[in-house]
């Protein structure tokens, strides 16, 4: 298998504004994770290394040092809660035990039925609006336990 | 507090001044217009910023005009030289150069290119966290407005400066923040940090003469070329000029991002901003400026937030983003979720970060959950002086040891009791799910 051509089009674009090709491998990675389904699979690896000229295994140890990236598949919908100091301070805890109640999704995993995978992550940068969670690439702010039902019962 | 001018967020009250149009109509790009117009050369650029006195605003407060002066000279060095901006912010507790992104992109683009002009730089990448999903797609499309006027790329403004502008995402991790670890992660590898020297003006990215400019830095430059060094060292104490960014949270009011002239006291932000504390509680402790500096007393609250004034009270202004604690708050609970942020960031290359990071960890988690030990206080001091400073190959390692000092020196007797009960007595009822990372 090898990549679609809409991403060696856009890579070969994105590319050009580094003087060295594999400059483009993080924004690549985030790419395929979002129009790959979700995640960094091996085979995604292969695509990759042979893209830019590398082992797959030094892919691997770039997308491995990254938290964003997944290298195992996540649920349909991924709910990020922060856990740092801010958003502990007013009640990180209590939203993950209510995302991870109302989702059937342990922490750090992906509920049976595979729609929600749930994980706590370092700072996000939201912290005057604490607590928070992101959920599919999109911040919620300001969550209070209402807001957290009702955020998460829209989502189909 | 007495009354001040205010100019960083200014335009960022305005709905739509994240589009060119808008941004023009409130004065946009006129700074830089004016020094290409009139022939101000860029060593002109850098002596007004250094007698601006403005510091560096991501943490370490470095003078901005200096840090630009150690580029090498452009007529006897041939390389490329690249300006990159640290829009990777993570330090917990802040969350400004966000609010710059989003509803100022433009500010950021033309603060750029000005201190891209001054270190004759004709390529800049704006590095943004991955997770900042709006702040780069709000840059990313001021960038491309900002092409189709003729102000980013070749010849700008009519002028004879050419300079692109190139947009990358992080993706997660903190150490990127830190600037020889952010050019690692550009050049698209894992980041750790790189032994210094050579200093990134020597030897930066793709082995060139390179700047890393926090954005809240190069935000403050247009103002500067266009009201005057004499204007901006104006505002401020004596070693800490202009405005400021001041991001609140935890326990107060009103949590959010201020503007404020150095000079203000950390109680008048707290009062006359944030509300005050929430719920009538008495403040406990605080960080002045995220989680890396060192935690300070509540009867700490009356000083002046600059960076000599926190010197002096054993901490510092890292990135003015101030995290209060009401008299409820288990110092180990906080230890605990400090140390596993710190934990969890290291990059592993150093052995004193790698193992002292994940000790910290381990022993603020035994004692808030009541299984401490009674040497616990003596290895955490231990541990944390074997970690910095300066041991290592960036600050990580000391940004761990700095708050685990000051939290063990300023409440000894409360980490000694919750060893002693074998319990935790300022604990919240325990949380229905441990707290583990995504991977």
Redesign the interface.
């Given at each position: 298998m090898a990549l679609p051509q809409t991403l060696v089009d856009e890579f070969d674009a994105l590319v050009k504004?580094?003087?060295?090709r594999?400059?483009?491998?993080?924004?690549a990675?985030?790419r395929c994770q979002e129009t790959l389904g979700g995640w960094i699979s091996p085979q995604t690896m292969e695509d990759l290394g042979a893209y830019?000229g590398l082992e797959p295994v030094e892919v691997f140890?770039?997308a491995s040092?990254?938290?964003?990236?997944n290298?195992?598949p996540t649920g349909q919908h991924v709910v990020?809660v922060c856990?740092?100091?801010?958003c502990?301070?007013?009640g990180a805890?209590?939203v993950?035990?209510q995302v991870?109640?109302t989702t059937g999704a342990?922490?750090?995993g992906t509920s049976k039925d595979g729609r929600w995978s749930v994980?706590?992550?370092?700072?996000?940068?939201?912290?005057?609006?604490?607590p928070m969670f992101?959920l599919d690439?999109?911040?919620h702010e300001d969550l209070t336990a209402e807001k957290v039902g009702r955020i998460l019962g829209a989502v189909r | 507090m007495k009354a001040f001018e205010t100019y960083l967020l200014d335009r960022a009250k305005t709905e739509g001044n994240h589009q060119l149009a808008t941004y023009r109509k409130l004065g946009g790009y006129k700074s830089l217009e004016k020094v290409l117009e009139t022939g101000i050369t860029p060593q002109q650029v850098v002596e007004e910023t250094k007698k601006s006195g403005l510091r560096g605003r991501g943490g370490a407060g470095f003078s901005t005009g200096m840090k630009w002066s150690f580029m090498p000279d452009a007529t006897k060095d041939p390389r490329?030289r690249y300006l990159a901006i640290n829009a990777d912010?993570?330090?917990?507790?802040?969350?400004k150069?966000?609010v710059l992104m989003e509803k100022d992109p433009h500010g950021l683009i033309e603060g750029s290119l000005l201190s891209a002009y001054a270190i004759r730089a004709k390529a800049v990448y704006i590095y943004v966290?991955?997770?900042?999903?709006?702040s780069y797609d709000r840059v990313a499309s001021a960038v491309r407005e900002a092409r189709a006027a003729g102000l980013v790329g070749k010849n700008i403004a009519g002028s004879d400066f050419s300079c692109e502008i190139?947009m990358?995402?992080?993706?997660?991790?903190?150490i990127c923040g830190e600037e020889t670890g952010l050019m690692e992660?550009?050049?698209?590898?894992?980041?750790h940090p790189r032994q210094k020297p050579p200093f990134p003006a020597q030897s930066g990215l793709?082995q060139s003469p390179t700047t890393v400019n926090n954005v809240e830095t190069v935000f403050n430059a247009p103002f500067i070329m266009e009201r005057g060094a004499a204007w901006f060292a104006g505002i401020g104490t004596p070693n800490s000029k202009g405005n400021f960014l001041v991001?609140?949270?935890?326990?107060v009011n009103k949590?959010?991002?201020y503007e404020l002239p150095f000079g203000v006291t950390a109680h008048e932000i707290l009062e006359e901003k944030a509300g005050g504390m929430w719920k009538g509680r008495k403040l406990k402790a605080w960080?002045p400026g995220g989680?890396s500096c060192a935690l300070l007393r509540g009867s700490d609250v009356d000083v002046v937030l600059d960076h000599d004034s926190l010197k002096a009270r054993g901490s510092s202004l890292g990135t003015a983003?101030m995290?209060m604690?009401d008299d409820h708050?288990s110092i180990a609970?906080?230890m605990e979720?400090?140390a596993r942020?710190y934990e969890?960031?290291s990059?592993g290359q150093c052995s004193q970060c790698r193992e002292g990071t994940q000790w910290l960890s381990q022993i603020f988690r035994r004692i808030a959950h009541g299984r401490g030990q009674p040497d616990d206080i003596a290895t955490l001091e231990s541990l944390a002086l074997g970690m910095a400073p300066g041991k290592t190959i960036c600050a990580l390692s000391d940004a761990a040891a700095i708050p685990t000092l000051s939290a063990v020196k300023l409440f000894k007797d409360e980490l000694i009791e919750c060893i002693r009960q074998q319990r935790d007595p300022l604990a919240?009822p325990a949380?229905?799910?441990?707290?583990?990372?995504?991977?």
């Open positions: 504004n580094y003087p060295e594999r400059a483009a491998l993080i924004m990675l985030h830019f140890g770039v040092f990254y938290p964003m990236f290298l195992r990020a856990h740092n100091i801010s502990d301070l007013r805890q209590d993950i035990a991870c109640e342990p922490l750090g994980r706590s992550v370092e700072c996000q940068g939201a912290c005057a609006n604490a992101d690439g999109v911040y | 490329p912010e993570s330090e917990p507790g802040t969350c150069d966000r966290r991955g997770e900042y999903r709006l190139f990358h995402k992080g993706a997660g991790a903190y992660s550009l050049e698209g590898k894992r980041g793709w991001g609140i949270s935890g326990h949590p959010g991002v960080f989680s983003a995290v604690m708050t609970r906080v979720v400090i942020f969890h960031e990059c919240s949380p229905k799910y441990a707290s583990v990372g995504a991977h």
